[in-house]
């Protein structure tokens, strides 16, 4: 139940902006593109253990088409890649959180400084930890059957080796990352200005 809120008052909305804006083909190309490019990352890295691309990507597709093009890229990734990897009633925390990951370098106060490496690298750590934070509270309600304190402080106790690797692997591919998305993504907006 606490899932199907979470997709109803936090996905839902998003998806009704992106219906009712005007249609543009080459945008709904770019965003299967970049959510193509975030399901095969989380499938091609999936023998080792949360070391993926997943989060990069996603900030990269916020950062460069917008704070609504990321969101969608962000909680379309998750509900496709888990049909590889599962769907359950974390994939609605996995939508809303990956969702909110990639909208936040795209909204216009963050958008110009996370386009510097200092800034994004220090933003991949966030959001790392961001990442657990939020899906923790996910845990813990599966742990207890509702959410708890307890549980929530002993979820994050429990992630801290996870979100590690987390923050390690979100540096590491913004790094390799953005230089070739960020020019591409650029260049469509410089010469097609989808987004």
């Not at 970049?34 to 989060?55: E, L, N, Q, S």
């Not at 990507?57 to 990897?85: H, Q, R, T």
């Amino acid at each position: 139940m606490i899932s199907a809120v979470i997709t109803l008052f936090a996905c839902l909305p998003f998806y009704f902006a992106y219906e009712k804006r005007e249609g543009s083909i080459r945008r709904m190309v770019m965003l299967a593109v970049m959510t193509t490019m975030t399901v095969t990352g989380r499938c091609v890295f999936a023998p080792v253990p949360y070391f993926k691309p997943t989060i990069s990507i996603v900030i990269l597709s916020g950062l460069y088409m917008g704070p609504e093009a990321g969101f969608l890229v962000g909680s379309l990734s998750a509900v496709i890649s888990n049909i590889f990897f599962g769907q359950g009633p974390w994939t609605p925390f996995q939508m809303l959180t990956w969702g909110i990951i990639a909208m936040i370098p795209g909204l216009p106060i963050f958008r110009k400084t996370l386009r510097h490496r200092i800034p994004l690298v220090l933003y991949g750590i966030f959001a790392g930890m961001a990442y657990s934070w939020l899906m923790d509270i996910w845990t813990a309600i599966s742990w207890y059957g509702s959410f708890t304190w307890e549980g929530y402080r002993a979820a994050l106790i429990s992630a801290i080796p996870v979100v590690v690797v987390y923050c390690i692997s979100n540096v590491i591919f913004l790094m390799i990352l953005l230089k070739p998305i960020g020019e591409k993504l650029e260049r469509i907006q410089i010469k097609h200005g989808i987004f």
